[in-house]
């Protein structure tokens, strides 16, 4: 919302400044991940649901492609890892496999990586948190997709590599030219 209002003060006797509030606007409904699963909306035969629009809480909804390369970037404390966790939720039941790097992992219990161990038997392998298990697993996702690009590997099982603090990560001088290489 863009509020920039023009007063013209010339010849005015009253100099006190006009209330310059932006006026309130009323959040639309989103529904829980619970609701949506209950209505059928989620899971296989259905669209991923990437979000909802943020004006009038329509569903914005997609396929694999769009998911494609995805980075989700935001301030502190504003939804960046539970938006990770409803698109891998959703991927799951959809038959998704995961890799997961989260510098966080095993230090607290929301941390990306212990809110999605209920769905562990999705993971290709254990969330990785220390710098050689990070660069393994990416290692690991980017042998899979050039053997699939070289028709090594006829599996099309899609895999999801799910990275917490990316760019924290690739700020890092002892992983993060590596890791932006990979």
Avoid at 117 to 139: G, H, M, N, Y
């Amino acid at each position: 919302v863009n509020f920039a209002p023009h007063y013209n003060y010339r010849g005015a006797t009253d100099l006190s400044l006009p209330d310059m509030t932006a006026p309130a606007l009323a959040a639309p409904t989103v529904p829980t991940f619970g609701s949506l699963l209950d209505a059928g909306r989620i899971g296989k035969g259905n669209p991923l649901i990437l979000g909802f629009d943020e004006g009038d809480g329509t569903e914005i909804s997609g396929t694999w492609l769009d998911l494609y390369s995805t980075a989700i970037g935001g301030m502190p404390g504003t939804g960046k890892t539970t938006s990770q966790r409803f698109l891998a939720c959703q991927t799951a039941l959809q038959g998704a496999r995961f890799a997961i790097i989260d510098p966080h992992a095993g230090a607290a219990a929301d941390s990306l990586a212990a809110t999605l161990q209920p769905l562990s038997s999705a993971f290709v392998c254990e969330p990785a948190s220390t710098d050689k298990a990070i660069l393994d697993v990416v290692r690991y996702v980017a042998d899979v997709g050039r053997r699939r690009i070289e028709g090594k590997d006829s599996d099309t099982t899609p895999l999801i590599l799910w990275a917490d603090e990316l760019t924290a990560l690739l700020g890092r001088s002892s992983v993060g030219d590596e890791l932006a290489a990979l």
